[in-house]
């Protein structure tokens, strides 16, 4: 069960001001929201196949890189390199 308290600390979180009046509001759509999620549960899905259109989805990070012409390509569309590698900034 989602509470007011959960709102604002997931708000702390997200490093977001929620006020008070906020908090009620997401409380609702929360609520709502992972409702939606357990009847979605309920649904029997050992049938269904996944399927996927971007070809990264299905890339796993032990498979070697084959298309060396390809993955220069790619490196090359960076402003930096470091020891061969694409180099981007740091996300937080």
Known sequence: MITKQDVELAGKLAR???????????????????GWVNDLKAINTDEVKLTNAT???????????TDLQAAARLRGMFAQQEN???KVK???
Do not use: C, N, W
């Open 16 to 34: 977001m001001t929620v006020s008070p009046q906020e908090a009620e509001i997401y409380e609702g759509q929360l609520r709502a929201l992972f």
């Open 55 to 65: 070809l990264a989805a299905h890339t796993r990070k032990d498979q070697a890189i």
């Open 84 to 86: 061969g590698q694409a």
């Open 90 to 92: 740091k996300v937080l």
